[in-house]
């Protein structure tokens, strides 16, 4: 029994009777992490044509990182936003930032789900 609390505790649950698996939500990203990962990549975006889009088209990108916030890997296409050149100008721009900003706890959440849209 007493092995069992050990391993809940490890794995971010409490172990207790009571408990209601809220440990693994509440261990979530703030709720500005998004508006900083965009900040620190949106710089390094070199897309000319984002007056020419119809619309405003997201890609979505998954990026897996280290714990200091190094990515790791190529990032990955999740979901076109239908413009090849904006998905294209996206990836560069994730692998030239290189380093992930870290939360407000200190951690950077992984793998991470990156939208970005041509116009703000």
Do not use: C
């Not at 408990?19 to 939500?25: D, H, V």
């Not at 999740?78 to 407000?104: C, H, N, Q, Y």
């Amino acid at each position: 029994q007493e092995s069992l609390k050990r391993m809940a505790g490890l794995a971010g649950a409490t172990g207790a009777a009571d408990a209601r698996g809220t440990a693994s939500q509440s261990a979530g990203p703030s709720a500005g992490y998004g508006a900083r990962v965009q900040a620190l990549v949106r710089p390094n975006i070199v897309f000319a044509d984002a007056d020419h889009i119809q619309g405003n088209p997201s890609a979505e990108v998954e990026v897996r990182t280290a714990p200091d916030g190094t990515i790791l890997g190529s990032p990955r296409l999740v979901k076109s936003s239908g413009v090849k050149a904006w998905d294209e100008a996206v990836l560069r721009a994730i692998e030239k930032t290189e380093v992930m900003p870290r939360d407000v706890d200190g951690r950077v959440p992984t793998p991470l789900l990156i939208e970005l849209r041509p116009k703000r």
